[in-house]
T-cell receptor
């Protein structure tokens, strides 16, 4: 089955700097790669996703890149702000049912 | 996007008892998913719930411990049975939206004492 590895587990940046979180996956049949932000006491919030037919997608300060050959995808946050501080999870679709396999998460801290 | 309401948002339960968690969606969806998030950990799929059929459980999860109902296309329940402190977790329901994205409820934070 699918396995998703996520790095780093913690990331601390200064406000205004960029943050990059990387994930690798094992199943070449996976086609959908979402990213979630989870704030304390809340459920995961979908912030951006990418499908296997594109290599990059951008939404304001957030971008995701996908390399299907190498089986890795990354989240890029530019001009970070303190409110970006949260735990971020990458995921990959686990099969035809629509369930997701999650990475272990990255705790991002943005220092003012 | 789909709006998902979960009840209760949190509960503290005695060991040996059971808790039923409700998940209501604002639109009809074919599949609903139940995940568990242990303290400080990632999300792990418990089961997939399709309307009109029995839930499909992932390895390590069984129906006797986590019975699921799916009476219609907008509602599902997950019961955590005969609870022990090891069941203390956040339980989340998830649905696939019309364009294929997965959305989550706010979760139910369960503490077993």
């Amino acid at each position: 089955g699918e396995n998703v590895e996520q790095h780093p587990s913690t990331l601390s940046v200064q406000e205004g700097d960029s943050a990059v979180i990387k994930c690798t996956y094992s199943d070449s049949a996976s086609n959908y790669f979402p990213w979630y932000k989870q704030e304390l006491g809340k459920g995961p919030q979908l912030i951006i996703d990418i499908r296997s037919n594109v290599g990059e997608k951008k939404d304001q300060r957030i971008a995701v890149t996908l390399n299907k050959t190498a089986k890795h995808f990354s989240l890029h946050i530019t001009e970070t702000q303190p409110e970006d501080s949260a735990v971020y999870f990458c995921a990959a679709d686990g099969g035809s049912q629509g369930n997701l396999i999650f990475g272990k998460g990255t705790k991002l801290s943005v220092k003012p | 996007s789909a709006v998902i309401s979960q009840k209760p948002s949190r509960d503290i339960c005695q060991r040996g008892t059971s808790l039923t968690i409700q998940c209501q969606v604002d639109s009809q969806v074919t599949m609903m998913f139940w995940y568990r998030q242990q303290p400080g950990q990632s999300l792990t799929l418990i089961a997939t719930a399709n309307q009109g059929s029995e839930a499909t459980y992932e390895s390590g999860f069984v129906i006797d411990k986590f019975p699921i109902s799916r009476p219609n296309l907008t509602f599902s329940t997950l019961t955590v049975s005969n609870m022990s402190p090891e069941d203390s977790s956040i339980y989340l329901c998830s649905v696939i939206g019309g364009t294929g994205e997965a959305f989550f409820g706010q979760g139910t934070r369960l503490t077993v004492v």
